[in-house]
């Protein structure tokens, strides 16, 4: 007979997947485990048959806990996921997640601050050093960070972003010198080894949230200064795939000027959902000779596609930089239909 406090943590996880459903556990054992703990998972599958509802229940329940406790703390920290489990589970059971979780996570960097409004948050940054706000924005959310950027003056607004981007690993010394300088007025926990941090991807993921001004006015910036780190920033700006975000409308403007060839190899290497949404916006003939070109196209070199799709973005963001299409962003640039 199956007891809930007696399972262990391998039972549990066979229990977990096999309420998930065949699907879904197959993409997280793909994905979470080594292929030693996928041999053990699996075994113990193979050895259930009927789990009773309530041991499920119970199973499902302690993940749920478990996640949303991981997500506090990795949100506000420890003394804030306490609060909140203590309000919504009681003092006794809040205890007992915390520590089945705390030996597991890992505490965020700049942590208070990422429970701070961005416009104070932008009053007590305002006047460091470059290097000290884009330490601190690449460990906000993205959205935050996008506001303070935002909010800087021009002068110093492509300096932040330029070391945001090259920023690759920054050392836990470091951070602790950053919480000298901020007088100790941050809470934080740093490990013994090197936290990644920064990087192009954390500059696109914030220039994508600013608004169309800030960012063309940081890429401006950048190009003078660094044109082979701007070049790669553009590339990641707005992907092939990001095609589906746009309204039908421009999608029909991009097809009335891309070539066809590029688009047939382009969409070769693009998933269903794209492949759908631009023959939507093809006349049933386009579409149907656009389909039989990639069917008899044969096989095509990776580096072939990644090409006409990069050439397909660059005709998209020629075409949104001169007005005739939007690419619907936040803020000031949110499109109204």
């Known amino acids: 007979m199956l007891v809930p406090s007696n399972l262990t943590g391998i039972q549990k996880t066979a229990i977990l997947l096999i309420s998930l459903g065949a699907s879904v556990s197959a993409s997280v054992l793909q994905k979470g485990f080594t292929d030693d703990e996928v041999e053990r998972i699996t075994q113990e599958i193979s050895l259930f048959e009927n789990i009773p509802k309530d041991i499920q229940r119970y199973v499902l329940d302690e993940f749920y806990q478990l996640t949303q406790a991981r997500e506090f703390l990795a949100r506000g920290g420890f003394d804030y996921a306490k609060d909140i489990l203590e309000k919504a589970l009681g003092e006794q059971k809040a205890k007992e997640i915390l520590s089945k979780v705390s030996s597991t996570i890992q505490r965020v960097p700049f942590n208070g601050l990422r429970r701070t409004d961005p416009k104070h948050l932008f009053n007590f940054i305002k006047d460091e050093h470059p290097q000290t706000i884009a330490l601190i924005l690449s460990y906000l959310h993205p959205d935050q960070a996008s506001m303070i950027l935002a909010s800087l003056i021009p002068e110093i607004q492509a300096d932040v972003a330029r070391r945001v981007a090259i920023i690759d690993r920054i050392a836990p010394d470091i951070i602790k010198e950053v919480e000298n300088i901020l007088e100790k007025k941050l809470s934080l926990i740093v490990t013994q080894q090197d936290q990644q941090t920064g990087g192009i991807k954390a500059l696109v993921n914030i220039l994508s949230r600013v608004d169309r001004s800030t960012e063309k006015t940081i890429l401006e910036e950048l190009e003078m200064n660094d044109p082979e780190l701007t070049d790669e920033i553009r590339k990641l700006m707005f992907v092939f795939e990001d095609i589906i975000k746009l309204h039908d409308t421009a999608i029909q403007r991009v ?33 149907d000779m656009l389909r039989e070109e990639i069917q008899f196209m044969g096989p095509v070199r990776l580096r072939d596609v990644e090409e006409s799709q990069q050439r397909i973005v660059q005709l998209i963001r020629r075409l949104d930089e001169a007005g005739e299409i939007i690419i619907a962003r936040g803020g000031e640039d949110a499109v109204l239909l």
């Open 255 to 287: 097809l009335r000027e891309v070539d066809q060839k590029d688009l047939a190899r382009a969409m070769r290497g693009s998933n269903e959902e794209v492949r759908n949404r631009i023959y939507k916006n093809m006349s049933k003939r386009a579409a």
